[in-house]
């Protein structure tokens, strides 16, 4: 599990930094470079000339080459490029919040945890209008700190909790909420699991539909926590919610035999 919240978290950063940039001025040169074949300086080079002639990608340029040095485990020098477009384009709100992960993520390469858990905390306080897809990322990536570094469950589930929130409906939120409710069962709150899992369905049930991490989340939620009335409402609310498409004709199976069983 330490292993998959790990590279989730990676993934998911990258996934956020392609779909805020892909149609910036300049996207298409950063995607050129970073996807060619030329040696790290040479990279790093093209990248920083991007960011000069289009300001308006400058904070994703300087993510990009930051992220090269990142690849070729060159960190500190990583970290003072991340310092030069925090500096230089201040106004990129989405840009600089996603160069203050890719500090934290260069300290915790480094097994500066605690510094990287600070780093975090400091992108939340200071970037509240990022978007959610980028306040998501900083809240889960403190929460996988915390839990999987640092061994502070209680401040883990804190960040899930909101992570789980800000995230839009989607595959992340449900993400978030699996790892919310593994630090509440392990922090002895195991009782709250049951009512995040329920809201974290009804949130994202008609984007992700019947995937495999909403049945997984949909086992959480507690029928005797619920009680019979509120649990037909749950129930009838999936229904509702989730497309009536083939690929959801197994969860949506599920969530009618479970309403069948206490009708």
Known sequence: MKKYGVLFV????????LALCAELPGAAEIKAVTDGKQDVAAKVAACMDIAKANPAVGAQAVLAAAKV???DKKFNESMALVEAGIRDYPAQTNGVALLVYHKAACLGALDRFPEALECLING????PSAS????GNLNYYASMICRFKLNDIARAA?????????FPPGKNSLMAALALCDALKMSGAGSGCSDACQAAVLKNAAVVGGSAEMDKVFSQVDPVALG?????EF???VLLRVPAVEANAQFLGRVKSELEKIK
């Open 10 to 17: 990676m993934m998911l950063f990258f996934a956020v930094c």
């Open 69 to 71: 040095l990142h690849t």
């Open 124 to 127: 939340i306080r200071d970037y």
């Open 132 to 135: 959610e897809y980028v306040r």
């Open 158 to 166: 804190s960040f899930a909790r909101v992570a789980a929130d800000q």
């Open 228 to 232: 019979v009335e509120k649990y037909k």
């Open 235 to 237: 129930l009838n609310g």
